[in-house]
Structures are given as C-alpha cells and as structure tokens.
C-alpha cells in the first residue's frame, strides 16, 4: 500500500500489472549453474594479429574475459525485470577457431531462488561485443552470431542440456538425469483412509513415478494404515523381500496422536540420521511455514537408508526436490560405510 494526502491507497490487481518482476519468496536456495557459448568471426588478419595480441589496443581475449565477467554482474541494469543475484563465479573462455572466429564461453553459478542463464548469455554478449570493440579499426567486417544457452542446472527443473548439443567438455561435467539408475528403492505409504479405500493413495503414486523419472527400481510399493505394528511387520517384509537400498515411507509424520511413523523408525532401524530430518525442515521452511511441525526422519534399517516424509503430494514432491540431487551420492557415501544386510529381527 502507499500513502497519498493520508489516505490509504491500494496498489491494483497482480494481473492488472503491465510487467511485473516474478516473486520468488517462496522458491528455495539451490545451487544455480548455467553455460552459454556465442562466436565472432573476425576475418584471417584480426585473426592472426588476436593470436598474436599485436592489435592496437592489446590483448583482446584477456579483456573480453573481464568484459564478459562484467557483463554478468551488471545483468539486472540491463534486463530489468532479473533480479539481483549474488553470484559466487563467472569465469570466461575465449576459444580462437581457425581460420577467422572466436568462440567464447561463460559459466556462471550462484546459490540462489532463481537461475542465472541471463548472467551467462550476458556476459557472451559482453565479451563479444568488447572483441568487436578491439577489432574493428583492423576488420570492419565483423559478425557475431550463434549465441545460445548451453546448460542451466538448479531449482525445480532441475537439469537442462541444450537438444542441439553441446560441446563434449561440458557433457563431462553435467551430472546424470537418471542419478538413481538401477537402485533398488521401497515405497511405503502409511494412511488409514488410503489403507481403507476410502480415496486413491496420491502421494505414494507421485513418489513412485519420480523415483523411475530418475533411474530407480521399484522393488515394493504398499499402502498401509497408521498402525506401529503393521508399519513395523511391513518395514521388515520389505526390507527382506525387496531387498532395497532406500526405502521411502510417506505419512504418519505430523503432531497427530496417529501419526507414530517416527516412533516405529526409532524402534526398527539400527540408527537415526538426524542431519536428514533437519536438513528437510529447513529446506521446507521456504514453501511453507508450518514445515518446523513435520517430524521427518532418516535412519539405517540393516544397510538400507530409510526416509520418512510428510504424506501429502505436495509435501512429497517438494522433499524429493531437495533430496533428489545429491541422494545417490548419498548412498554411495552410505555403501562405503561398510554396513552389512541384516538377516535377523533387530536385537
């Protein structure tokens, strides 16, 4: 609201807006990657003298790269609807393409609520703007062309790789869109009602369809009530049946007085990972702020992880949105603890 002549003005409706800057109060900070590539040609005798930093004004690439680094942190003065990032790098690589062109290069990351791909083509468009700027009293004739998003990684969407291709040095460093490749994974769903008939199980069905988005197979996938005796006899089935290496379970994590998930995990599993539960709070607070009453959990049933999370959809996705990224390093961490297959009750 603002103030006129101390009356109480309402600002008009979102959508009556002619532009507006996206809110992302409620996105989480994730780590925020992108790449972007763009070429100049130059003509054979810029070239050569470019190679030979023998032009007037002196080493051309060396400026593009600052050129290009300025570029990206002056993005939100150019383009006014971004927002201000705090970048934690940009890095620029120029490239001289015989026998006439410079192809450069810029990466830029930031741990942010939202991607940083205008950062990186910026600061292309400034490189090779500032090459032009050194080259035309040698070469009038000059193009630039060819500039392009690479990759972006982070936030909901996750990974993205241009389907033109990209350069055989940046697919080295891209990570896996299938992280969780043949990983033998559990889903259990604890909901009387879902148990009862009474609706369709949602949450578990949304689980189950993000685990093989990324790779996983599921071995098991059942809908029980929330009942500690049941939830303690179908961990243990699962667990010897399916033989998974992550079990996902989804309900009975609220304050409720049915809601004991947590306090069958205590009694099954042969260790609490306390970090997981924390992790996931925090992480959540950012979508909603009633994440703090959620009692998620983590511990090691045999050598098999074990994760309780809240049992709505909404919840569920969100929380495999902050799990997903790093859970099969997670679980390589966790094989090479050394822990063994559990062939009996839990003593």
């Known amino acids: 609201m603002n103030t006129q002549d101390n009356k109480i003005v309402d600002f008009p409706a979102e959508e ?10 409620r996105k989480r900070v994730t780590r925020r990657r992108a790449v972007a590539e763009g070429v100049i040609t ?13 032009l007037p004004k002196g080493d051309v690439l060396a400026l593009a790269e600052v050129a290009g680094i300025m570029g990206a942190k002056k993005t939100p003065e150019t383009l006014l609807m971004c927002h201000t990032l705090p970048l ?6 120029c490239v001289l393409e015989a026998p006439a062109a410079v192809r450069v290069y810029a990466q830029v990351t930031a741990h942010a609520k939202t991607g940083v791909e205008m950062e990186a083509v910026m600061a292309v468009q400034a490189a090779l703007a500032t090459i032009w700027d050194l080259v035309k009293g040698t070469e009038p004739n000059l193009n630039i062309g060819g500039i392009r998003l690479l990759v972006k990684e982070g936030g909901k969407s996750g990974l993205w790789v241009n389907p033109d291709g990209i350069p055989a040095w940046l697919s080295t460093q891209i990570s896996s869109v299938r992280a969780m490749e043949a990983i033998p994974t559990a889903v259990i769903v604890m909901s009387d009602r ?17 685990l093989k988005a990324d790779g996983a197979e599921i071995v098991q996938y059942v809908v029980i009530p929330d009942d500690r005796g049941v939830i303690s006899d179908t961990m ?9 290496k992550l079990i996902i379970m989804s309900g009975g994590t609220g304050p409720g007085p049915r809601d004991v998930t ?20 925090r992480e959540s607070a ?18 098999a992880l074990v994760i309780a999370l809240p049992g709505s959809p909404k919840a569920v996705a969100e929380c495999w949105e902050i799990l997903s990224p790093f859970m099969a390093r997670a679980l390589k961490m966790i094989a090479s603890q050394g822990f063994e297959k ?6």
């Open 194 to 210: 879902a148990a009862a008939g009474v609706y369709e199980d949602k949450s578990g069905a949304l689980l189950v369809d993000m």
């Open 262 to 281: 947590p306090e069958v995990m205590n009694v099954v599993c042969d260790r609490i990972l306390q970090g997981f539960g924390e992790m996931l709070r």
């Open 16 to 25: 009556e807006a002619q532009f507006r800057m996206i809110d992302v109060g």
């Open 342 to 347: 559990r062939t009996g009750e839990k003593k």
């Open 42 to 54: 130059v003509g054979a005798v810029a070239f050569e003298k470019i190679k030979a930093k023998s």
């Open 88 to 93: 934690d790098q940009v890095s620029i690589h």
């Open 236 to 244: 243990h089935k699962v667990y010897e049946q399916g033989h998974p």
């Open 286 to 303: 950012a979508y909603t702020d009633t994440a703090w009453l959620s009692r998620m959990e983590a511990g090691m049933m045999g050598d």
